[in-house]
């Protein structure tokens, strides 16, 4: 699977942005679904995941309130919505995909997902 994040952008602290993640191939819906994120000097974190289902989601502390993962698996899209967003989610914001099971037990972890989009850089100014 391939993946393009996109959406990115400059935002004002308390605004908004939408990232999306579009991928191909015809094994979307099977993959479970993660945003991460990695500001400058500091390593890549999770912010948010989804089940291959769409049924459960799962969010960083930081995250919890704010954002809002989706995805439509009729155009093989996955969504970050941020909202309220504060300077210190300035990062670029990495979508990736994981095709194994259990998904519950690992869904935080970076290095057990199979494919990673480019990146899109989100900035946000006080």
């Known amino acids: 699977v391939q993946l393009q994040a996109s959406g990115g952008g400059l935002a004002q602290a308390g605004g908004s942005l939408r990232l999306s993640c579009a991928t191909s191939?015809?094994?979307?819906?099977?993959?479970?679904m993660g945003w991460f994120r990695q500001a400058p000097g500091k390593e890549r974190e999770f912010v948010a995941g989804?089940?291959?289902?769409?049924?459960?989601?799962y969010y960083a502390d930081s995250a919890k309130g704010r954002f809002t993962i989706s995805r439509d698996n009729a155009v093989n899209t996955v969504y970050l919505q941020m909202n309220s967003l504060k300077p210190e989610d300035t990062a670029v914001y990495y979508c990736?995909?994981?095709?194994?099971?259990?998904?519950?037990?690992?869904?935080?972890?970076?290095?057990?997902?199979?494919?990673w989009g480019q990146g899109t850089l989100v900035t946000v100014s006080s």
């Open positions: 990736a995909a994981d095709g194994g099971t259990s998904y519950s037990n690992y869904y935080f972890n970076a290095a057990r997902y199979d494919a």
């Open positions: 989804i089940r291959w289902s769409g049924g459960r989601t």
């Open positions: 191939g015809r094994t979307f819906s099977s993959y479970n």
